[in-house]
């Protein structure tokens, strides 16, 4: 590894966790989303998913500690057994797919986001509208797991599952962060297996986890200051760049 990739690497690793932070710290998953492609960028694509991991699971007890028994868990628990058969049948397609292939599955992951942004406010008021089956559970929690799994990837699936559940703004977050927060948890064991995540791995990036916390303290301060609407098409335009890059270079 050259010098001039390493400091890429030093870069990339330092931005996913500071932003990782700054979403923890109340301006929006949009930029959570933007964290495995960034890293996809300087290594390979299954080290992505797997570093992006820890991470994401230290910005989790943060809005977890933010967002304390806010939640409906009942949702939770009725999302979590397609979720579990779904990570693992992403686990599977991580550690036996091509690279390159799940160099390109992040980034149609990272431009399905987009898309899914620009038509949200539709499809939330259509989703909320919309009487959940009981079949609805296992199918948002299978696709969620399954796109969890190869990308980090689930959070637009869930959405559109606990839209469906009709809950109050504030207990909505609190209830897809303690979702995430166990969904995160549960695929430790399995990207160990899988090799996508490896201890040594962890420790090379372990000194930029106190930029977590940094950009949770950051992102309170600045969601009053920022124009989200903004901040999101900053978000989007960065995510459809580095999809752009990770389908064609």
């Known amino acids: 590894m050259t010098s001039s990739l390493n400091l890429w690497l030093i870069v990339a690793v330092s931005f996913c966790a500071f932003v990782i932070g700054l979403s923890k710290g109340g301006l929006g998953g949009a930029a959570a989303t933007l964290i495995t492609p960034t890293l996809a960028l300087v290594m390979s694509a299954q080290e992505a998913v797997g570093i992006a991991l820890p991470m994401l699971i230290i910005g989790d007890w943060f809005a977890l ?23 693992i049948v992403g686990s599977v397609l991580l550690g036996s797919l091509p690279p390159l292939t799940i160099r390109h599955g992040i980034g149609l992951f990272a431009l399905a986001f987009c898309i899914y942004k620009v038509v949200a406010p539709h499809l939330r008021q259509e989703l909320t509208h919309t009487e959940a089956r009981p079949w609805y559970a296992p199918l948002f929690g299978g696709a969620a797991g399954v796109a969890s799994a ?26 897809e962060v303690l979702y995430f927060t166990v969904i995160n948890a549960l695929k430790i064991p399995f990207y160990l297996s899988t090799g996508a995540l490896r201890p040594a791995s962890f420790l090379q990036i372990a000194w930029a986890i106190p930029l977590v916390p940094l950009g949770v ?13 903004v901040f999101e098409w900053i978000i989007l335009g960065l995510l459809v760049v580095a999809a752009g890059v990770l389908l064609t270079r």
């Open 150 to 175: 190869l990308a980090n990837a689930g959070g637009p699936i869930a959405d559109a599952y606990v839209l469906t559940q009709q809950l109050p703004p504030m207990t909505f977050i609190a209830t």
């Open 217 to 229: 303290v950051a992102g309170k301060h600045l969601i009053r200051r920022v124009d989200m609407r």
């Open 65 to 87: 500690w933010a967002h304390w028994r806010g939640w409906d868990r009942r949702v939770v628990f009725r999302l979590l057994p397609g979720s579990i058969v779904g990570i």
